[in-house]
């Protein structure tokens, strides 16, 4: 199962990589990336002009991964933190799934609730924060 996960977070990169973030003048967007791979615009941005909790995701990853870390904070912090985690993760799904027993974790269900808890609580903060801004 880890195999399918690193290999499934290898492809989320792949897609991160191929898509632009970038407007026509070659500015950064800070959001809207995922609508050009043919997703619709943000509902909850469409219906109240604010942004949602991950609006910027999409973008934030394809900005770091052309290693525009200032853009990529600027669209959505938690989203290239997510990233970098993401990033760390593959060699870790790897080796677990070489080696057959966990590496620094004792319950992959209780580490998988900490870890999603805690972006989770990051994604709201950081909203917060947008939202009073």
């Known amino acids: 199962m880890l195999l399918l996960v690193a290999i499934g977070l290898i492809g ?3 897609i991160a990589g191929r898509v632009s973030p970038y407007d026509d003048a070659g500015r950064p967007l ?16 469409v219906m109240s002009g ?5 609006c910027g995701m999409t973008t934030s990853f394809a900005l ?8 990529s ?21 790897l080796l677990v799934a070489l080696r057959g027993r966990y590496l620094w974790v004792q319950s992959i269900e209780r580490a998988s609730l900490w870890v999603g808890g805690a972006f989770l609580v990051l994604l709201l ?8 801004l």
């Open 64 to 71: 770091l991964m052309r290693g525009d870390i200032g853009a």
């Open 30 to 45: 800070t959001f809207g990336t995922h609508m050009r791979l043919g997703m619709p615009p943000c509902e909850f941005y």
């Open 12 to 14: 989320l990169f792949v």
């Open 125 to 132: 903060i950081r909203w917060g924060i947008v939202l009073l």
């Open 73 to 93: 904070l600027r669209a959505n912090a938690v989203g290239t933190l997510l990233a970098g985690f993401f990033g760390a993760m593959v060699p870790w799904c």
């Open 50 to 54: 604010k942004p949602c909790p991950s």
